[in-house]
């Protein structure tokens, strides 16, 4: 087995993170991949991250994912305009034994929910890129970001040309803290400048 495939079998998921992910196939919508997961898990403990914001919950895999990094006892929320997807993902949370409250889940659209969270209130944001929205949404969360906190992006190659208008939106604004990998389905991570308060 080259390396490249066997650096995704080497990183272990939960059983309910390899159960979400037949659920996620078997609907017919994207998943985290296992590498993808552990960065955002990765990235979340680096910020030291008490609360986190995401759009696009799916099953809840990237959830799970950010959770694992996230202190003890920190919440996150996700959002989704897909009710029946948040019937999937409280089934993963269940599988895992995440406690409800760590959890806040809005079934409702992206652009009319993030305008009205609480400005710098969070330490991490997570985009999935998967929609005609991802520039505005992309915009709200560095809003919502604390300084020194970090957006990050997945699935920038997944539609080449939503995750193209995106790239070059961040380019426009200049933004110098931005890093792009080719893990997963490509993963953008945007470090906000300053430092907690």
Request: glycine share 10%.
């Given at each position: 087995?080259?390396l ?5 079998t080497?990183?272990?998921?939960e ?12 609907i ?10 552990s ?12 609360t ?10 990237s ?15 996700s959002?989704d305009?897909?009710p ?5 993902a ?8 995440v406690?409800?409250?760590r ?5 409702s659209e992206?652009?009319?929910?993030l ?7 969070y330490?991490l ?15 709200q ?5 604390r ?12 539609n080449e ?12 604004e200049?933004?110098?803290g931005?890093?792009l990998?080719?893990v ?14």
């Amino acid at each position: 087995m080259e390396l490249p495939a066997y650096a995704l079998t080497w990183l272990a998921e939960e059983p309910a993170i390899t159960a979400a992910r037949d659920r996620a196939r078997k609907i017919g919508i994207p998943s985290t991949s296992p590498d993808a997961g552990s960065l955002l898990r990765s990235l979340a403990q680096l910020v030291d991250a008490r609360t986190a914001v995401e759009t696009g919950t799916g099953v809840g895999i990237s959830t799970l994912w950010l959770l694992s990094g996230m202190r003890p006892g920190a919440t996150l929320t996700s959002i989704d305009r897909e009710p029946e997807y948040h019937r999937y993902a409280r089934q993963t949370f269940a599988d895992a034994g995440v406690p409800a409250a760590r959890v806040r889940l809005i079934s409702s659209e992206a652009a009319s929910v993030l305008p009205r969270l609480t400005e710098q209130g969070y330490d991490l944001a997570h985009l999935d890129c998967g929609s005609a929205e991802n520039a505005t949404q992309y915009v709200q969360m560095v809003r919502l970001v604390r300084p020194g906190g970090v957006v990050v992006v997945s699935g920038v190659f997944r539609n080449e040309g939503e995750g193209k208008a995106l790239l070059e939106l961040i380019a426009a604004e200049g933004d110098g803290g931005c890093t792009l990998l080719p893990v997963g389905e490509g993963v953008l991570i945007v470090s906000k400048p300053g430092h907690p308060a």
